[in-house]
Structure formats: C-alpha cells, structure tokens
C-alpha cells in the first residue's frame, strides 16, 4: 500500500492547516513507529532519542555551571580605602577584573590606573591597560560580566593627571576602591 495519496482539486481530503500571514501551512502531529505503524508523540509516549556517543573523560562542561548562589567560587575583592601612586598587586598571575566602584572624596579629578603586570607596577614607568577616571567628590561603578583579561597579573595605583608618565599624588586618603577579579 502507498503512504501517499492524491488529493482531487476542488472538494477532497480536509487537511488540518494554520494560516500565518494569509498562507496555510499543512500542521503536522509528530509519530514514531515501524513501517505501517504510528505512534503519536506524547507525554507518555515521548519521542525517543539515542546518544551518538559519549563525552570524553576530563573537564567537560555542557550548560550553564554555578548559576546558583553559592558561598564558594565567586569573584575575590582587593580593596584599598588610600590607593596612591606607590603600586600595589592585585593579583600576581593571569587573571580577569569583572568590576570595580570607586570613589574619590578629595575636589580634583583623580585616574586609578590598572596594570597587566604580575607584581606592583611602578605607577609612571609601568604602561598602565586601563586609566580610569574619577571625578572629583564622586563615585564610578562599572560590572564587566566576561571579564577584562589580564595575562601576566593585576596591579593598580592612582594619579592626579591622566598621562601614563604621570606621578602627582592624589590627596592623602581620599581614594577608595574595590575591584572585582578572578
């Protein structure tokens, strides 16, 4: 017997079909089985499905990991209530900063400078990755979610001018910062 059939012009076989922007599309009720047989797909019938293979043995992720809160495994925090033009390290190997607030309580601008070195960066020498600036009295936040890559380390240090070479001192203790890294 043929699975096909011939539908007359005219009056014939009805078809069950959804008409989308003035066009029928022919709807289809998905069914498994042998040859000759039919199967509708359903909650208690559900559509089969075989694995090709495995994944191989190691570190393999599939999906979405940690999306949970959870009390280990998040961003670490380097925090300095004076950061000055004497270099700290953040962190002294590869890592991403995902953030950062600071604030900057003194009445001129001030340019926290972050460093791709694996030790504290002489602020002046050093070739800063990032200036950032701060003005005066205020507060800057930023969240990067994929992180800003950094390939030997993190330092930091701020000035009172924007120019890499810059070694002026910001007013005594009126920088804060919090970064956010991995």
């Known amino acids: 017997m043929s699975d096909n059939i011939t539908l007359p012009q005219g009056a014939g076989t009805l078809l069950a079909t959804d008409e989308i922007l003035g066009v029928h599309v022919l709807r289809a009720k998905l069914q ?6 039919a199967v509708d797909v359903s909650q208690t019938d ?33 925090r300095n209530t004076g950061l000055s033009t004497t270099g700290q390290s953040v962190k ?20 926290v400078k972050l460093y791709d070195a694996a030790g504290a960066p002489t602020v002046g020498t ?24 950094f390939t030997n380390g993190i330092g930091i240090g701020a000035t009172a001018a924007a120019s890499d070479n810059n070694t002026s001192q910001p007013g ?11």
């Open 32 to 37: 498994t089985g042998a040859d000759g047989t």
């Open 46 to 78: 559900p559509l089969p499905v075989s694995l090709v293979g495995s994944l191989p043995a190691g570190t393999n992720t599939v999906g979405a990991v940690n999306m949970k809160p959870a009390t280990s495994g998040g961003l670490s925090v380097y």
């Open 92 to 111: 002294s190997s590869a890592g991403q900063v995902f953030g950062w607030h600071l604030a900057n309580w003194s009445s001129a601008d001030a340019f």
């Open 126 to 149: 050093t070739q800063p990755a990032l200036t950032l600036m701060v003005p005066a009295g205020q507060v800057v936040s930023a969240e990067h979610t994929n992180g800003i890559a």
């Open 172 to 182: 005594p203790n009126t920088i804060i910062v919090n970064v956010f890294y991995k």
